[in-house]
């Protein structure tokens, strides 16, 4: 299955890692520098935020708001994700806390841990996770 591209309009940041010469450095934003602006919040809407994390629509929506507000000026977009979808995954509660960050209620801290067994022996289907 061969698959059909539109042509890119902007390669700076391919060919800067490809090790190519080019004309300025490229540009791009933390999506995590966003959560301040008005149209995050209207994007995001009641949903938490793993609920972004795991919604295709949500998560591209919020990829691509940098490069719509600074049009021009940002060559590529970071997806929308976090790093702690990975601990959830693997069967562990982690909670993002309003104004203070995330938060695991059981820390998995050492091998004497009531969870390190099941984490350490969870099989993972991650198509189903990600879905």
Same mark, same amino acid.
């Given at each position: 299955?061969?698959?059909?591209?539109?042509?890119?309009?902007?390669? $700076?940041?391919?060919?800067?890692?490809?090790?190519?010469?080019?004309e300025?450095?490229?540009?791009?934003?933390?999506?995590?520098?966003?959560? %301040? =602006?008005?149209?995050?919040?209207?994007?995001?809407?009641?949903?938490?935020?793993?609920?972004?994390?795991?919604?295709?629509?949500?998560?591209?929506? =919020?990829?691509?708001?940098?490069?719509e507000?600074?049009?021009?000026?940002?060559?590529?977009?970071?997806?929308?994700?976090?790093? =702690?979808?990975?601990?959830?995954?693997?069967?562990?509660?982690v909670?993002?806390?309003?104004?203070?960050?995330?938060?695991?209620?059981?820390?998995?801290?050492?091998?004497?841990?009531?969870? %390190?067994?099941?984490?350490?022996?969870?099989?993972?289907?991650?198509?189903?996770? $990600?879905?």
């Amino acid at each position: 299955m061969e698959h059909q591209f539109e042509p890119l309009q902007n390669d $700076l940041i391919l060919r800067t890692a490809w090790g190519q010469k080019v004309e300025r450095p490229p540009m791009w934003v933390m999506r995590q520098a966003g959560r %301040y =602006l008005p149209e995050y919040h209207e994007a995001k809407g009641k949903n938490d935020f793993f609920e972004c994390c795991r919604s295709p629509e949500i998560a591209s929506t =919020l990829t691509l708001q940098p490069i719509e507000r600074f049009a021009g000026l940002v060559d590529a977009a970071i997806i929308f994700s976090d790093i =702690l979808v990975i601990p959830q995954a693997m069967g562990m509660t982690v909670e993002m806390v309003d104004k203070k960050g995330p938060h695991f209620p059981e820390p998995l801290e050492s091998p004497e841990d009531g969870q %390190y067994e099941r984490v350490l022996n969870k099989k993972v289907d991650v198509a189903a996770e $990600l879905d």
